[in-house]
């Protein structure tokens, strides 16, 4: 168990819908990032919210929003859901930076399937 | 910029050695390898920071060539535990992102 949560594990939606995946980092924790995996496919990085703020952004698609809260916690706001959009998201939490501290503790992952 | 990792694929008996390699076109800060076994959540191995250093997790260490942006992670004496994909994730300076590269599927048979 790395610490990080992540809500729902599994969802099942419509194309055209919107859906919220929530992540809670590891308690102290103050950088959140958040990966997508596709069937088979690598990570790819979407952004990176240090503290509250934006630190990098990724390929992620206009259709994304995400953002971190007060209490560190975060939330990948994915909308007009297409078929390509189905992979399993996952978010990884560190103490700081990424050099400064070393390892992600990456979440099991929300698996979103689009129908 | 991600990461070109090669082979996308390697098997094993037990006890034999591998090396994933791990290239980068632009100058790194620092090379991070993570191991995620089927259905599983990838898992910290270790970090190397600029400078050429080596570092080791039971029998897999890794090295980082500063100068041609390339890293290796060496499996020696494999064991059955190995099995799983291998993704190296670079950083470069003040990027504040760790990029993976597309993986390499180990697979170590009895």
């Known amino acids: 168990d790395s610490g990080v949560t992540q809500t729902p594990k599994h969802l099942i939606t419509a194309t055209g819908q919107r859906v919220t995946l929530r992540c809670s980092p590891r308690?102290?924790?103050?950088?959140v990032y958040w990966y997508q995996q596709s069937l088979d496919q690598g990570l790819q990085f979407l952004i990176h919210y240090y503290n509250g703020e934006e630190r990098a952004k990724g390929n992620i698609l206009e259709r994304f929003s995400a953002q971190q809260f007060p209490d560190l916690h975060s939330e990948l706001n994915l909308s007009s859901l297409e078929l390509g959009d189905s992979a399993l998201y996952f978010c990884?939490?560190?103490?700081?930076?990424?050099?400064?501290?070393?390892?992600?503790?990456f979440g099991e992952g929300s698996r979103l399937t689009v129908l | 910029q991600q990461p070109v990792q090669s082979p996308q694929a390697v098997i094993l008996r037990e006890g034999e050695d591998a090396v994933i390699n791990c290239s980068s076109s632009k100058a790194l800060y620092s090379v991070h390898w993570y191991r995620q076994k089927h259905g599983e959540a990838p898992v910290f191995l270790m970090i190397?920071?600029?400078?050429?250093e080596q570092k080791g997790h039971e029998k897999i260490s890794a090295s980082f060539n500063e100068k041609k942006q390339q890293s290796s992670l060496y499996l020696t004496a494999s064991q059955l535990s190995y099995s799983g994909t291998y993704f190296c994730g670079t950083e470069r300076p003040n990027d504040y992102k760790l990029s993976f590269g597309a993986g390499t599927t180990v697979t170590v048979r009895a």
């Open positions: 990884a939490s560190s103490p700081g930076q990424l050099s400064n501290t070393g390892e992600l503790f």
């Open positions: 308690s102290g924790d103050l950088s």
């Open positions: 190397l920071l600029k400078g050429g």
